[in-house]
């Protein structure tokens, strides 16, 4: 086993992990327990940010049912292997071997009862137990291959990030060099630029050949610009469940009103199947036939106004506000009319529309508010069971820089650590 006392004083580490987030750090810790002498970069001023903003503060770290069919890609196959290798109880496991306590929401989602720290400072506390060295504010400025000497096989130019302070200390920027054996790249996607996001993990793998699945904002809200946002918007704060769809899918979730659009986990996941230009379907009603209860009191209480059937059915209690700015926006001229007076074909025509809202989103909030990035690294270049590249001897990708996109619900985060896994037991 390598000596790890003074890993510090090297320049030169078998494994170098460019990412100290989920993925890297989980890398990280496997690879040390093999004996490796492992570096963590990261250009953030902490590890883990992302962590720590996940699940409201909470870490939605996992799920208890995690299957293939929760991630999208252009090869649906390639994350089965590393799943298969490390389920989410390997990690529900380590979670309570820290004492961390957690609960299960709605769809297995687990969650910590105190803070995502909790699992951040597990990560931490793991990786410092096998001798990792995770070093922060270092910007990568030049990666190359020295083909001649397996062990030194990368050669890294870093440099410190220079805060506002640095600057006006005139403090001058020093370049730190480094080797390693295995180079992983576990750089996450573009989501929320604040939390330090950036492409360099894609730039990394163009460098060295890679072809990029084109990369978009996902796990992300609806915004419109129609009447149909001013609608929207004027009932931000209202939620309720409803059965969000497309061609592709449909999931029974909960939807939020806000001031831009549309969001809520009905939102947050039909954007994983979404593209640009493309109508979703919203069955504001999902337990009832719209078409039929109208009709059916049509018939038996003639004399009875929409809103009036819609208020009282239990199934069909829509909000106040939103019926009424429903009511607005779809029925306005026959508001006050009696079932009696209405064809036939106006109450079918609307009771699609409750059972079928056809919209078709401006856009969404882009990656400012993503959870995730959908696209990244074409998986057919590299090895589903160790994330290596096929085109470049010792260089990795792991976590959300490779074209895997886990639903809402913890996925994304069980992905991170399978992939990190099977990558940290093999650099």
């Known amino acids: 086993m390598t000596n790890h006392r003074n890993a510090q004083n090297h320049t030169h580490y078998d494994v170098i992990i460019i990412g100290a987030g989920a993925s890297g750090l989980y890398c990280a810790l496997t690879a040390g327990r093999r004996g490796r002498r492992v570096l963590v970069l990261d250009h953030a001023n902490k590890a883990g940010k992302k962590i720590l903003m996940s699940g409201g503060g909470r870490c939605n770290f996992t799920n208890y049912f995690v299957e293939p069919e929760h991630f999208i890609g252009a090869n649906p196959h ?227 106004l929409i809103r009036t059937v819609l208020a009282e059915n239990t199934d069909s209690a829509l909000p106040k506000k939103l019926l009424a700015a429903l009511q607005t926006h779809l029925w306005e001229d026959i508001k006050d009319t009696e079932l009696a007076n209405i064809k036939d074909e106006r109450l079918m025509a609307l009771g699609a529309t409750l059972n079928g809202w056809q919209l078709k989103p401006s856009g969404t909030e882009g990656y400012r508010t993503a959870e995730v990035t959908r696209g990244g690294v074409k998986t057919d270049e590299v090895s589903s069971k160790t994330m290596q590249s096929n085109l470049q001897g010792g260089l990795y990708f792991i976590g959300e820089v490779l074209d895997v996109t886990g639903w809402l619900g913890g996925y994304n985060f069980q992905w991170a650590w399978a992939s990190g896994f099977v990558s940290g037991e093999i650099v």
Not at 131 to 136: R, Y
Not at 139 to 155: G, S
Not at 261 to 273: I, K, T
């Open 78 to 304: 390639f994350c089965k292997s590393a799943l298969s290798r490390y389920p989410s109880w390997e990690f529900i496991g380590m979670v309570e071997s820290h004492k961390i306590a957690y609960h299960e929401r709605e769809h297995g989602q687990l969650f910590c009862d105190d803070s995502a720290q909790d699992i951040l400072s597990m990560l931490l506390d793991e990786c410092t137990a096998v001798g990792v060295q995770v070093t922060l504010n270092v910007q990568i400025d030049h990666v190359k291959t020295a083909a001649q000497d397996k062990d030194e096989r990368f050669q890294l130019t870093t440099s410190k990030k220079l805060g506002k302070k640095d600057i006006a200390n005139g403090t001058q920027s020093s370049q730190t060099r480094y080797s390693c054996e295995s180079l992983v790249v576990a750089t996450g996607g573009l989501s929320i630029p604040t939390m330090g996001a950036s492409g360099i993990g894609y730039e990394l793998a163009q460098q060295f050949g890679h072809t990029l699945v084109p990369t978009d904002a996902s796990l992300v809200p609806f915004t419109f610009t129609d009447k149909t946002g001013e609608l929207i918007r004027a009932l931000a704060g209202i939620s309720l469940p409803v059965i969000a769809s497309n061609e592709r899918i449909s999931f029974k979730l909960p939807v939020l009103f806000t001031h831009r659009g549309l969001s809520g986990p009905a939102m947050l996941q039909l954007s994983n199947y979404w593209h640009t230009g493309e109508t979703i379907n919203i069955n504001l009603l999902p337990k009832i036939d719209v078409t039929e209860l109208l009709l059916a009191r049509k018939k038996s209480h003639p004399r009875q």
